[in-house]
């Protein structure tokens, strides 16, 4: 049995599972915020993570020695042979330097791997997902960020300094939009659900059906990419606009993917899930191929992901598994 847990920028997930990808149980909770205090936040969040993984087997009925490993999926940046966070952007309160793998080794009493989350992710896709049975794929995460993954010639490719994959910080405008990582006209800073989240605070019309989803009572529109999807199916002309805006600068750094790895598959996971086949799948691939070569357009293959609503649980459970096989 493996532990696998998931720190995201908005929630942390847990999942019990099999080496075969099965979940057993799981449990989902708000990321704590800036609000636990500076100092501590890290550890307090991790501490929860700790309790409440021994209690999700309690209720399991998994006896807490059956668990053999856990893999923990984190954003970067990381030190993974060190086993601290770096100085990660997109997580709410301080987690630099925070010794993540020395904190949950002591507390959960087991071999503990850390992996950035897009290369988990990754990982999840090519064992469980849609790239099962590829050698060479990309994945793309756009949640709180965006995060790429490349397992090539059927391993996890790293790169200088485990930086290989981050595509969300490609250029994709040289002199655009400011980033979360101190850069300007990052990927990230378009297709983001971050900055995504800060456009539309400033751009969404009151009048638009996007708006109106996020209405609450009393309160002003908080409007996030979900409502866009929502908006967008219904034909909201707002909310069509900005997936049109949206697809096209993610098809500029798939174009880029393409002439650099040439990967047999590129899958989309978050957003582009969610938003599916006609809102976004299909409108990026026609992006795309009118971008690149002919023979490239004929070979790699543009997917959603294939974990689904899974893939944070199952993104900790493949790192485990890339520890055990390491």
Not at 36 to 63: I, K, Y
Not at 67 to 74: D, F, N, R, T, Y
Not at 139 to 156: E, F
Request: glycine share 12%.
């Amino acid at each position: 049995m493996l532990l696998g847990i998931d720190v995201g920028g908005t929630k942390i997930a847990l999942a019990l599972g099999e080496e075969s990808g099965a979940i057993r149980a799981r449990d989902r909770w708000p990321t704590p915020g800036a609000e636990a205090g500076a100092e501590n936040a890290a550890q307090r969040a991790l501490a929860e993570v700790a309790q409440r993984a021994r209690a999700l087997a309690e209720e399991a009925g998994v006896a807490w020695r059956e668990v053999s490993a856990v893999g923990v999926s984190l954003p970067g940046p990381l030190d993974r042979g060190a086993g601290v966070l770096l100085d990660p952007p997109n997580l709410p309160g301080d987690w630099r330097g925070a010794p993540v793998q020395a904190w949950l080794s002591e507390s959960l009493q087991k071999p503990v791997a850390l992996e950035n989350d897009a290369n988990a992710a990754a990982l999840a896709e090519w064992r469980f997902g849609a790239g099962r049975g590829c050698g060479d794929l990309v994945y793309l995460t756009m949640s709180t960020g965006v995060g790429g993954g490349l397992v090539l010639g059927g391993k996890l490719h790293r790169g200088v300094l485990e930086s290989a994959g981050e595509i969300g910080h490609a250029p994709v405008e040289w002199q655009g939009e400011a980033c979360a990582c101190g850069q300007r006209g990052c990927l990230e800073a378009y297709v983001g659900g971050a900055a995504w989240t800060r456009r539309l605070a400033q751009r969404t019309p009151p009048e638009s059906l996007a708006a109106q989803l996020a209405s609450a009572p009393g309160a002003p529109p908080k409007v996030r990419p979900e409502h866009i999807v929502a908006a967008a199916k219904q034909g909201d002309d707002f909310a069509l606009s900005e997936m049109a805006r949206y697809n096209d600068y993610l098809a500029r750094g798939i174009a880029v993917l393409a002439y650099a790895l040439a990967p047999e598959m590129v899958i989309l996971g978050t957003i582009p899930s969610a938003a599916g086949a006609a809102l976004c799948l299909n409108p990026v691939r026609e992006l795309v191929r009118a971008r690149i070569w002919p023979f490239l357009a004929e070979k790699m293959r543009i997917e959603l992901s294939g974990c689904g609503k899974d893939l944070p649980e199952l993104a900790g459970i493949a790192a485990a598994l890339q520890a055990a096989d390491s």
